[in-house]
Nanobody, 128 residues
């Protein structure tokens, strides 16, 4: 049974930083695709960042240059370092995992419906 547990959310002022963590249980993270999504009140869940098995990454345009996704295979954990936070980054952040698409990069997976497993979410609130 795959189980994901996020941590690291909180409240910060604009310009501040937070680091989110997502621990994988029941599966070796290295064998799965992993990514971060977020959902603000009244809005659809959107992709924030994803990382492939070779370390390649992709980001939403709104977070490029400010957020960094990374992984620690030994700890079976996925991270999202968020710098220069803005009020519009306020949302519930979710990590997600799914088996890799056959013969394709994890980075082609952009939609929430393409991920099979989800964490419970961690709230990030940025005040101006």
């Amino acid at each position: 049974q795959v189980h994901l547990v996020e941590s690291g959310g909180g409240s910060v002022q604009a310009g501040g930083s937070l680091r989110l963590s997502c621990a994988f249980f029941g599966v070796a993270y290295s064998s799965y695709c992993g990514g971060w999504f977020r959902q603000a009140p009244g809005k659809e869940r959107e992709g924030v960042a994803a990382i492939d098995s070779d370390g390649s990454t992709t980001y939403a345009d709104s977070v490029k240059g400010r957020f960094t996704i990374s992984k620690d295979i030994a700890k079976n954990t996925l991270y999202l370092q968020m710098n220069s936070l803005k009020p519009e980054d306020t949302a519930m952040y979710y990590c997600a995992a799914t088996p890799p698409p056959y013969g394709r990069s994890c980075l082609v997976l952009r939609r929430p419906s393409e991920y099979s497993y989800w964490g419970q979410g961690t709230q990030v609130t940025v005040s101006s």
